[in-house]
């Protein structure tokens, strides 16, 4: 799992046996429910509930595993079913309105720029989109090897723009604080890599500075380009390889395809058209 991943899970049991009071093996069904009942009273949403029973459910049944307790108390526990989540999506103007409101004259302004067409041209993660590294970008050639969940390696396509802004900041890329942080592409003022927390600062005022009124983040590019690459005509398992995607079925959800550019599609395909 990834480090997000694992820093949650840890944070999600280690805080349900503190709030608890009890050694996992004294904890039962009864006390999972009730404190359950108490997180989602204080606006706990579905989606995190859900994942605090998930990683109570492998913490038991590691326990069960070591032999410390016989039963999984978690195996009497539902998690709350959850519908298809659709993030708020960017239409093609208002992308290009944000990307128009970085004054590149400012100070790592022309660095803003390239990690917002980055993000959108190359439906990266946050994550992979801060730890880019410099030897990964393959201009000549067009493409980026990015490293995503697991350490899994995927090349997208990196599309004029996107190289055009890359380009335009290199000149002006910090010096790094160390020579650990050479080979990153987008630094801080401070030489370092730049953290997950800045990029969705950095999406959230040209969001402001561009009038977008939604409630977005860094996914929300990705979301988005996903989206216009299927309302535009891409394959779908072409989608789901740029996206890195395990299962289409994630894409499917994901790319939010509206109903008359797959119905569209099927009717133009169809072997009794």
């Given at each position: ?196 927390v800045s990029l969705f600062n950095l999406v959230k005022t040209q969001a402001m500075a561009a009038g977008i009124r939604k409630e977005i983040s860094p996914h929300t590019f990705r979301h988005s380009f996903a989206t216009h690459l299927i309302e535009n005509g891409a394959d779908l398992r072409i989608v789901q390889e740029m996206l890195g995607h ?28």
């Amino acid at each position: 799992m990834s480090p997000n991943t694992v820093t949650s899970y840890c944070h999600d049991v280690s805080t349900f046996l503190d709030a608890c009071e009890l050694e996992p093996r004294a904890v039962t069904p009864a006390d999972i429910e009730s404190y359950l009942g108490k997180v989602t009273a204080k606006g706990l949403s579905k989606r995190s509930t859900a994942r605090l029973v998930s990683a109570l459910r492998n913490f038991f049944a590691w326990c069960v595993e070591e032999g410390e307790i016989k039963d999984n108390p978690c195996d009497r526990v539902d998690a709350p079913k959850l519908g298809k989540y659709l993030p708020a999506v960017l239409s093609v103007e208002e992308v290009s309105a944000i990307l128009d409101s970085v004054d590149l004259k400012a100070p790592y302004g022309k660095r803003n720029r390239a990690i917002l067409e980055v993000l959108y041209g190359c439906g990266l993660r946050v994550s992979e989109a801060a730890s880019l590294r410099i030897s990964h970008i393959h201009l000549k050639e067009g493409f980026v090897d990015v490293t995503g969940k697991g350490n899994k390696q995927r090349l997208v396509p990196l599309g004029d723009m996107a190289a055009d802004a890359i380009l335009a900041y290199l000149p002006d890329r910090p010096t790094p604080a160390s020579a650990a942080y050479d080979d990153f592409l987008f630094l801080s003022r401070f030489g370092k890599p730049i953290s997950r927390v800045s990029l969705f600062n950095l999406v959230k005022t040209q969001a402001m500075a561009a009038g977008i009124r939604k409630e977005i983040s860094p996914h929300t590019f990705r979301h988005s380009f996903a989206t216009h690459l299927i309302e535009n005509g891409a394959d779908l398992r072409i989608v789901q390889e740029m996206l890195g995607h395990e299962s289409i079925l994630t894409t499917e959800i994901y790319t939010h395809i509206d109903s008359s550019t797959w119905h569209k599609s099927v009717l133009e395909h169809h072997p009794r058209k």
